[in-house]
């Protein structure tokens, strides 16, 4: 900063800024390294980026503990807190207004098992459409032979009631026009 600016008067220059930064490089810590150092700023860069709700939970009771003697501390966590797990769109929820990091570490106790339920349930639904597209390719083969890139391409972007509809067509289906429509190959 002092190199920026034009050269003054012997008298005034002792009081030209002369600023410095600390670069602290959030993505250069891993969250096992950030967890040995239990200061506020460490919790802060971990609550940003959680392994999982538990791990949420954990730094939640972290940070109540620390700041127990600090009540300001305490509602201005809460409220940033509740605003970063808005924003992450991997936990689809709406939370209410809180006040405490213990009312927040409540709520996400109980939401714990909704999480655990509604990510069980995407993975298995992912899972079947990847199967299910997979046996269409195995059987679209062994039927026609090599597959061209534009029918594996409409595959990998048909929904899983789509495949399903064309496992459900592939025996009686001619072609592979029958089932995807003229192709440009």
Known sequence: MFDLIPPVPG???PFQPRLKYLLIDENAWTDSEL???KNLVAAVFR???????DAMRGLLSLLDEWLADRPDLRRMFALWI???LMRKAEYRIVLPQIEDLQELNVMLAERLEEWAQTYKAEG????KAEGEALALQKLLRKRFGV???EVLAKISAAS???IEACLDRV?????LEDLFGPTTA
């Open 124 to 127: 298995k639904a992912e899972g």
């Open 147 to 149: 597959l061209p890139a």
């Open 82 to 84: 509740r605003a970063t």
């Open 171 to 175: 025996l009686d289906a001619r072609s």
């Open 160 to 162: 899983l009631e789509q």
């Open 35 to 37: 967890a040995s150092l």
């Open 47 to 53: 609550i940003e980026h959680p392994a999982s709700p």
């Open 11 to 13: 008298l005034i220059e």
